[in-house]
């Protein structure tokens, strides 16, 4: 979206609920699923100040709980929620600009439970870098206190080798590991992008400028997700998903020169967000429009349990 508000907090000593705790274990199926069953909503979630749910990803501390944020125009924050749609904690994130940010990830990195916030949105294609926001997530858990505070952990800029672009989908595949992102264009023809997690004191350029990897022939896509074993991939669009399985001695590249598994999505008003659930087999998703449901994809198999 073009609306813009920034909001800058200063760096203050983080609270011990972000440091202490290691991340729990995470289940890491070997293969995707042999079929999805019917996706379903099973919540709406509760807290108003959700307004445009436009990214989602999974706990790394609970296997119960999802984050979320809304787009541009809002303050620097993250809201998690349970499986049912509860409230569990309103989070701002100090250190950071709240410009256009239209999706999140999470995962295990460097043996932290990690939150990724991409202020990356551009829809008239003009910003001269974006920005991925690391974070150490806080054990939403732990604390029933609103607007509890915690900092950006570490701030990625880069641009993009072949020019500025908007971009509503991000992921992280944490094996190897790297963010990917793709760009969001009117015709079916959106570009995969690859950017290198490697540490700071290793990274090869203050602002990277990344290269494109692979072609889609999506439109519109606004959303994107790894699984946590970096075997599949799923990409969301205003209307449907689809998946792509990596196999172990391919790349990515590899992997998106295939046809995807098409995965049919309950009507959403202006869907956003989609991730994998800690399982990382079932599928989440949310729609920018209030009030905010909750959609389940299950594995066929598990497409019936309750």
């Known amino acids: 979206m073009d609306r813009k508000h920034r909001v800058m907090w200063p ?10 705790g290691a991340a729990a274990p995470e289940s890491r199926p070997a293969s995707a699923p042999a079929a999805y069953g019917p996706g379903r ?23 119960d709980v999802l984050w979320t944020h809304n ?18 904690g309103t989070y701002l994130l100090r250190g950071a600009i709240s410009i256009d940010w239209e999706d999140m990830a999470s995962a295990v990195l460097d043996g932290l439970p990690t939150l990724i916030v991409a202020d990356v949105g551009d829809n008239g294609a003009r910003r001269s870098a974006v920005r991925l926001y690391l974070a150490t997530e806080p054990d ?14 570490r701030t990625i800029v880069f641009t993009y080798a072949d020019g500025p672009r908007d971009c509503e989908a991000v992921a992280v595949d944490p094996t190897e590991p790297a963010v990917y992102l793709i760009d969001k264009q009117r015709r079916p023809s959106c570009g995969v992008y690859r950017l290198p997690l490697a540490p700071p004191s290793t990274q090869p350029s203050a602002k ?20 946590p074993d970096g075997r599949r991939a799923v990409v969301g669009t205003y209307t449907d998903a689809f998946e792509y399985t990596r196999r172990a001695d391919e790349s990515w590249a590899d992997a998106f020169a295939r046809p995807p598994r098409r995965i049919s999505l309950p009507p959403r008003r202006q869907g956003e967000s989609l991730c994998y659930g800690s ?13 905010t449901p909750l959609i389940e994809v299950r594995p066929a198999g598990k497409a019936d349990e309750q």
């Open 11 to 20: 760096a203050v000593a983080l609270a011990a609920v972000l440091t202490a």
């Open 41 to 63: 909503t099973v919540a709406t979630l509760e807290q108003d100040a959700i307004r445009e749910s436009s990214g989602l990803a999974a706990s790394r501390r609970h296997a």
């Open 71 to 88: 787009d541009s125009g809002d303050l620097p924050r993250l809201f998690a929620f349970d499986l049912r749609g509860r409230h569990v």
């Open 140 to 153: 939403g858990r732990a604390t029933t206190q609103p607007a509890e505070p915690f900092r950006v952990r």
């Open 208 to 227: 990277p400028a990344i290269e494109r990897i692979a072609t889609l022939g999506h439109s519109y896509v606004t959303a994107m997700d790894i699984s």
């Open 279 to 291: 399982d990382g087999a079932t599928l989440y998703a949310t729609s920018e429009k209030t009030p």
